[in-house]
C-alpha cells in the first residue's frame, strides 16, 4: 500500500483564501472599488486590517494616504461579516502581490529643524494647516518627526505671524 502523505505546509501557506464571485447565486456581492483600493495601501503596514479599522482616525488617514471620511466609510463597509472576509482575501492577495513589486522608492529625509519642517510644510498641499491645528502627534505622523518638533515649528511661525489665534493659518 502506497505511503499518504499529509498536503505540503508549503503549499497551504501560500493558497489564497476564497473570494466571492459576483452573480453567483447566494454569494455576497463584491467589494467596492474604494474599498478595495484602501485595503491594497495597507498591505504595505503590519496590522494592516488594524489599522483600518481600530486606529485612531486622523493616524489612519495619513497612514494611508485617505481622507478621514473615506476611512470611516471603508470602516462601516467592513463591518459585515463577509466584506470583512473578503478585504482579508485582497489583503492577501495585496501582500503576495507586494512580495512581487519592484521596491518603492525611498522615503525623502525627514525635517530635522523647525524651520526645515516649517518650509515641508509651505511646499505640502494644507500643510502649514496640519502643522498649526492638527494635534502635534498626528502632525508629527504627516511629516514624519517628533511631536515636539511640530510644537518647536508652531512657536516659529506663530513668532512670524503666520498663525492666527485658534490656529488658523494667517494667508
Known amino acids: ?51 483600518i479599522e481600530r486606529a485612531p482616525l486622523e493616524c489612519a488617514s495619513v497612514l494611508l494616504r485617505a481622507r478621514p471620511a473615506d476611512v470611516e466609510r471603508v470602516r462601516a463597509a467592513l463591518g459585515a461579516p463577509h466584506a470583512r472576509a473578503a478585504a482579508a482575501a485582497a489583503l492577501a492577495r495585496a501582500v503576495v502581490e507586494g512580495a512581487r513589486a519592484p521596491a518603492p522608492e525611498p522615503l525623502r529625509r525627514a525635517p530635522r529643524t523647525p524651520d526645515a519642517l516649517v518650509r515641508e510644510a509651505e511646499r505640502t498641499p494644507a500643510g502649514l494647516r496640519i502643522l498649526a491645528t492638527a494635534s502635534p502627534e498626528c502632525a508629527a505622523i504627516a511629516f514624519s518627526v517628533h511631536p515636539t518638533l511640530v510644537l518647536e515649528a508652531r512657536a516659529l511661525l506663530a513668532a512670524r505671524g503666520g498663525v492666527r489665534d485658534g490656529g488658523e493659518v494667517a494667508p
Do not use: F, I, Q
Open 1 to 51: 500500500m502506497p505511503e499518504r502523505r499529509p498536503p505540503s505546509m508549503d503549499r497551504a501557506r501560500t493558497a489564497l483564501p476564497p473570494v466571492a464571485v459576483a452573480g453567483l447565486e447566494g454569494a455576497p456581492p463584491p467589494l467596492p472599488a474604494d474599498v478595495l483600493d484602501l485595503v491594497r495601501r495597507a498591505a504595505a503596514l503590519p496590522n494592516a486590517l488594524e489599522v
